[in-house]
């Protein structure tokens, strides 16, 4: 058992600290004047609605899916309210040529994947230039003017764009992946009473083995649909309560599980 729980912590990534601004810029990408303007859009964000918004840049991903970096980062920042879950990150690595936007569960029907991925698509061409600090300046005010709309236009908004990402790239094929991850190892045995014998072994063990079980599950599908050029994050997933937040924000201890939308340049 000490193993098992040595070798989950051992498989996590190394993440910057988490520090007092809401600028956290650890690949040193972004130039003074921009994270000044930036910090200051932040604080006034989260003074205005109650919710934290992060950007992060990294000068590596450990060999990490930025989808599974970045999903894993809010948990351990706990970004968002505990009860609300809404805290957001837009993750920059610039040595990988990897950017996300990743949305804790309570904004996920605010900006969801589809929304997430127009967000990517938009700063792709600033990183292609090398003009890092314009392009997350403009995907930072992209999701805040998403978030500060009223709950109605901002429904409209999301609505179009998971619409319109539907029916331009189909259905992603990780998320089918994952779905059929579910189907054989969760469903399929509690139909055919396996999961009597499954759980028969009970305890802690079996917890683990299924969070383990879940968490691959999910792994896979992100890396098929967000690990190339651009796709769809894992929406969902599995909670967790988060860690504490850390830094001068109020709240914290938000949690996320893989929604939003990862790209490359």
Not at 14 to 21: A, D, H, K, L, Y
Not at 84 to 111: F, H, Q, S, T
Not at 115 to 121: G, H, P
Not at 147 to 174: M, N, Y
């Amino acid at each position: 058992m000490a193993l098992c729980w040595a070798s989950l912590a051992a498989a996590q990534p190394v993440f910057p600290e988490r520090g007092t601004s809401p600028v956290v810029d650890g690949a040193d990408i972004i130039d003074p004047a921009t994270e000044a303007r930036l910090t200051q859009q932040l604080d006034d964000f989260e003074e205005r609605n109650q919710r934290q918004f992060v950007v992060a840049t990294v000068p590596t991903l450990d060999g990490y899916d930025i989808a599974d970096y970045g999903y894993q980062l809010g948990r351990e920042w706990g970004l968002g309210d505990a009860e609300n879950n809404d805290g957001i990150i837009l993750l920059v690595a610039p040595n990988e040529r990897k950017m996300r936007v990743e949305v804790g569960y309570g904004l996920e029907a605010i900006i969801p994947d589809g929304l997430a991925y127009e967000y990517v698509e938009g700063m792709k061409p600033y990183f292609r230039d090398g003009n890092y600090s314009a392009g997350i300046e403009w995907g930072a005010d992209q999701i805040i003017q998403q978030l500060e709309l009223p709950p109605e236009e901002a429904a409209q908004v999301a609505q179009q764009a998971t619409q319109q990402r539907a029916s331009g790239g189909g259905f992603p094929i990780g998320t089918l992946i994952w779905l059929g991850f579910i189907f054989f190892f969760f469903i399929l045995p509690m139909i055919g009473g396996g999961k009597r014998k499954r759980y028969r072994r009970g305890g802690v063990g079996g917890v683990v083995g299924d969070i383990m079980l879940w968490e691959a599950g999910k792994a896979i599908a992100r890396g098929i649909d967000g690990g190339g050029g651009g796709g769809w994050g894992g929406g969902g997933g599995f909670g967790g309560g988060g860690f504490g937040g850390g830094g001068g924000f109020s709240g914290g201890g938000g949690s996320f599980g893989g929604g939003g939308a990862s790209g490359g340049w």
